[in-house]
């Protein structure tokens, strides 16, 4: 049955900072490792770090760079070069906003995965908050290099639509969620209090929230 508004799943929130990659590699492979095997495509694996952290008996990573199994330019291919419903489960990860074909790709995940998908979108409202606030003048990701950047963010987006549109992909994608979840970083408890009171409800993770989690089950 596809997801209705009363029965999409309460948004929860993790307290947790992703200092470098490989501390979102962990983090997939303890909140949602349950749901990522025996086999798994992961789309952006960059050093393909899920293969030693999760018991698969199949794994194969796709990336433009880094150490991918199939080193492939999301963009220019167009599509993923498997089968429909090839593997168990699919991760994509902080991966669909440096793609102009970010709608085709997301259908593309739905389609290669057989159970369960996972797709992580970063909140670049909260990323570019901080150096817009003090005047640093450039923004990571978003910049403008004297050389064409081998690579960049596409879309900029608030964790609202983040939200928003996961949540649409049950109405498009023979999909249905069954877990939203966002990442704020770690904050003394008094600090973290004071900011609700001043940002209430979406304001608040539209602001602080850094990462927006959707799984999925394929109907």
């Not at 029965?7 to 492979?29: H, K, N």
């Not at 879309?155 to 939200?163: C, L, P, S």
Request: with cysteine.
């Amino acid at each position: 049955m596809k997801p209705t508004p009363s029965t999409t799943p309460m948004l929860s929130v993790e307290r947790i900072a992703f200092r470098q990659r490989a501390d979102r590699s962990r983090y997939i492979a303890s909140r949602f490792g349950e749901w990522l095997a025996p086999s798994l495509l992961d789309v952006g694996c960059d050093r393909a770090l899920l293969r030693e952290l999760l018991p698969l008996e199949r794994y194969t990573g796709v990336d433009v760079g880094g150490a991918p199994d199939l080193r492939l330019d999301l963009e220019r291919a167009g599509g993923l070069p498997f089968e429909d419903r090839q593997f168990a489960a699919c991760v994509c990860s902080d991966v669909l906003e440096h793609l102009d074909n970010l709608h085709a790709m997301f259908a593309e995940l739905a389609r290669v995965t057989d159970r369960y998908l996972l797709v992580s979108l970063p909140n670049n409202w909260a990323n570019a908050r901080r150096p817009i606030e003090r005047g640093r003048g450039r923004l990571a990701h978003y910049g403008l290099p004297l050389d064409p950047p081998p690579d960049r963010h596409k879309w900029f987006f608030g964790f609202d639509e983040a939200r928003d549109f996961l949540v649409a992909q049950c109405e498009r994608q023979p999909l249905r969620l069954l877990a939203l979840v966002a990442n704020d970083k770690p904050r003394h408890p008094l600090v973290r209090g004071a900011r609700r009171l001043r940002y209430p409800g979406m304001r608040y993770l539209n602001r602080y929230a850094h990462t927006l989690w959707a799984l999925y089950e394929r109907d």
